[in-house]
């Protein structure tokens, strides 16, 4: 084995070649002789100058046989190939997650550590991650320097943007194993998840009600405390939620941008569209562990299983009478404040409840969806076809 005849005075290393111990001493001397001419950034090893200059000649050595993308520096090629291999050779000592690089385990041990190295200077809030830092300066910023080419819409980061693109390419990348449905991201299928291993992470410290989503947590804690931070600028109803928010002031604009491709119909949420596509499809994926009955959305679901344990955590501020869902204090609210939020189009008529307005615009269009299957007469009501149903039972 080579003698190391060159030893560091500071710290007693010790190294074989005199280059070597050279670009060493510097790390205690802070020397940088090798300076870029087009930014005058320093370096104090040349080969780190070398692989800085590609940043301005556009040169990428390293290419992946892959994928066909390429890199500057051979350690970012390298970790990059790990994305394929999935291989993630560091581990952390202290609850045994792996990641592909050094860098981000250095990051993961900070949790464990509990360093927060990086301060913001306006509210001093910290972070385990500069990069952290930087996103969470926008926020008093308002700065948006990721634009999409598409639409023209910015986003204080990056990876916001790249998932705002899917939305025009329509790219779901993240599927379930167990039902091969595709989601945009990956936040979304973890959530989805744990449909099927019932697993709820999130536990409300009020009522110990839990919840599979820690927004779904943050939005029911709004429950207790009463507050309603999203107002309405048209009629100034308040909202816990901003989702509610949005698509309440649906009910103002009449927009309903989420189209079933198989039959056309329109909705003013997602959530409806979804539900809605389920009655193509016949899928109930919400079943109740209690009885075994399956449900294709998951408010019915959870209204289910309150006739179970008889809860009716949602009480009316007013008359203090509760309710199963959320949806039918909202309604009954309505009845107290004499609010009739839905309007009909034609005729000006407004309604507390949208059930209403639909059945109210049938005198319009005349439709008759209700049919007899004794004699084939229609109804506008499925009430009416009850009460008509009646009169066979009597012959």
Known sequence: MAEKRFKCEVCDRAFIHPSTF???????????????????????????????????????????????????????????QRIHTGEKPFACEMCDKSFSTSSYLHVHERIHK?????????????????????QHKRTHTGEKPFTCEVCDKSFSQSSALRQHRRTHTGEKPFTCEVCDKSFTHSSSLRAHERIHTGEKRFTCEVCDKSFTRAGSLRSHRLIHTGERPFRCKVCDQS?????????????????????????????????????HKRSHTGEKPFICKVCGQAFSQA??????????????????????????RSSSLLVHQR??????????EVCDKSFSQAGYLRIHERIHTGKKPYICEFCDKSFSMSTSLLLHQRSHSLE
Do not use: M, W
């Open 114 to 134: 509990g360093k927060k190295l990086f301060t913001c200077d306006v509210c001093g809030k910290s972070f385990a991650v500069s990069g952290y830092l930087h």
């Open 335 to 344: 009845y107290h404040t004499g609010e009739k939020p839905f309007r009909c």
């Open 22 to 80: 050279e670009n060493h001493r510097r790390i205690h001397t802070g020397e940088k002789p090798f300076e870029c001419g087009v930014c005058d950034k320093s370096f104090s090893r040349s080969s780190d100058f070398y692989v800085h200059q590609r940043i301005h000649t556009g040169e990428k050595l390293f290419t992946c046989e892959v994928c066909a993308k390429s890199f500057p520096k051979l350690s970012a090629f390298r970790n990059h």
């Open 239 to 275: 909202f816990s939620q901003v989702g509610h928010l949005h698509a309440h002031e649906r009910t103002h604009t009449g927009e309903k941008p989420f189209i079933c491709k198989l039959c056309g119909q329109s909705f003013s949420q997602a959530g409806h569209l979804q539900s």
């Open 299 to 324: 408010g019915s679901l959870h209204a289910h299983e309150g006739i179970h344990t008889g809860e009716k955590p949602f009480t009316c501020s007013v008359c203090n009478k509760s309710f199963l």
